[in-house]
């Protein structure tokens, strides 16, 4: 009789998991270098994928891990006073290679970028003329008197069928790729949006430059960062906005906003600064180390 009701004892386990389905969890298979989650909800199995690719990316189910169309405009025509230096900042070497290749290399290693306009005078691309070379999705463009002039050259020179257009100062190049596509993935959703990180220093207004009028409350206070993300349409009309009332303004999703548009703030890094004096070269070289080191 033992022997008899044996198969059917061997078959239980796999006839509860068909009663009940919803009693499926989680199971974990760890790897060397990364892991594979397998979550098997109500309905239908879905896949949770965790890799490390500079900054742990990660996609859940339901989450878009990569957004496809994407047009980089790099800015790398300033001069860069402050750093005084000879030469701008963005050329400046910071561990073996200039600032600029380390930006590049943040957008051209991640996945769903198909252009990158990199912003750069007549006078440096010689220098500079072996990436187009090695990449073709990679063109130049001219600097602009002011900023926004500079990023309007860049605009001209993205694809046509380009989902979201990306912004990025070269002068910041430790932002991280989960970053840029947390950004990517708000301006998709949104329209338009912006890396910042919450105020953490104490502001005060001067109207003089020589005593307080008022401290600031710093918890509606944000500093911004780059990329600034916006959609080719939009972009398009906030320029066409800027230049018909002859506005000038400092960051690229101003022109968002003078045309009355949202613009998500996305959620920046602390670290993700940008080198405007000669110390913060050597910030930058001790991010990169720990980065490297996994410290990060």
């Not at 198969?7 to 068909?18: A, G, Q, T």
């Not at 930006?103 to 990436?131: C, H, M, W």
Request: hydrophobic share 45%; proline share 6%; net charge neutral.
């Amino acid at each position: 009789m033992a022997r008899s009701l044996f198969p059917l004892y061997s078959l239980l386990p796999y006839l509860l998991l068909l009663l009940l389905p919803q009693t499926w969890a989680f199971f974990h298979f760890p790897a060397a270098t990364s892991s594979f989650c397998l979550f098997a909800p109500t309905t239908k199995m879905a896949m949770i994928v965790r890799r490390r690719a500079d900054g742990a990316l990660r996609m859940a189910a339901g989450e878009q891990a990569t957004i496809e169309g994407v047009s980089v405009v790099l800015l790398a025509g300033g001069v860069g006073k402050r750093m005084k230096a000879d030469r701008p900042k963005q050329f400046l070497e910071l561990l073996g290679k200039p600032v600029l290749l380390h930006s590049l290399e943040i957008f051209s290693t991640l996945p769903g970028i198909n252009r990158i306009v990199i912003v750069l005078d007549q006078s440096y691309r010689k220098d500079f003329a072996f990436l187009q070379e090695t990449d073709p999705r990679i063109v130049f463009a001219d600097p602009g008197k002011e900023r926004q002039d500079s990023v309007l050259n860049g605009f001209c020179q993205t694809l046509p069928d380009a989902s979201i257009v990306c912004i990025h100062d070269s002068a910041r190049p430790l932002v991280s790729q989960a970053a840029v596509l947390a950004s990517l993935r708000d301006g998709v959703k949104h329209g338009a949006a912006v890396l910042g990180v919450p105020m953490k220093a104490t502001v005060k207004e001067s109207e003089d430059g020589e005593f307080v009028l008022r401290t600031i409350n710093r918890s509606r206070l944000w500093e911004i960062q780059t990329p600034q993300v916006i959609k080719p349409d939009i972009l398009a009309k906030a320029f066409e906005y800027v230049r018909e009332n002859a506005l000038e303004v400092t960051d690229d999703v101003s022109m968002v906003e003078e045309v009355g548009l949202p613009v998500k703030l996305t959620m920046g890094e602390y670290t993700n600064i940008k080198l405007t004096t000669p110390e913060d070269l050597g910030v930058a070289e001790g991010f990169l180390k720990q980065r490297a080191e996994g410290k990060l």
